[in-house]
């Protein structure tokens, strides 16, 4: 169980990590779905390249988390507080924002809010799941 919790963690965060590295050099597949908007469809954010790049970069370091033996340069605690910070971070972004972003979102009739129920929301909540499995399940 732990061998799959991590395999699908490892293709979670290269797929985000890539998604983010295509949005950061130009690419625009899925980006507008991906920006929380205003009922009157005003964007809330604005990613340019270096949040793009700087989201990628922390995909990539929880790829290299995941996949790589890291005991060597930290210990067993100190990793296992380190995922759970992060599990914390993607059951946050699945509880979200209380208006925009969610399970509790307010605004709920934009196509982002659509495609946050449909597919954010819940993979935050798997991701979350994944890393709760990888620590406390042996």
């Not at 899925?30 to 809330?44: D, E, H």
């Not at 990628?56 to 210990?75: D, P, Q, W």
């Not at 971070?89 to 208006?99: H, K, P, S, W």
Request: a positive charge; aromatic letters at 16%; hydrophobic letters at 60%.
């Amino acid at each position: 169980m732990v061998q799959l919790s991590k395999a699908l963690l490892t293709l979670i965060f290269a797929g985000i990590g890539a998604i983010h590295f295509y949005w950061a050099f130009g690419g625009v597949w899925a980006k507008q779905l991906a920006i929380p908007t205003t009922q009157n469809g005003v964007p809330l954010l604005a990613p340019g390249f270096s949040d793009c790049v700087l989201v990628g970069l922390f995909f990539a370091a929880l790829l290299l988390l995941n996949t790589m033996a890291v005991s060597k340069f930290m210990s067993l605690l100190l990793e296992r507080i380190v995922w759970v910070i992060i599990a914390f971070i993607f059951l946050a972004r699945a509880v979200g924002d209380f208006q925009y972003v969610g399970l509790f979102k307010q605004v709920k009739d934009t196509t982002f809010a659509y495609h946050d129920n449909l597919y954010f929301t819940p993979l935050c909540l798997f991701v979350f799941s994944l890393i709760v499995v990888k620590l406390f399940v042996r």
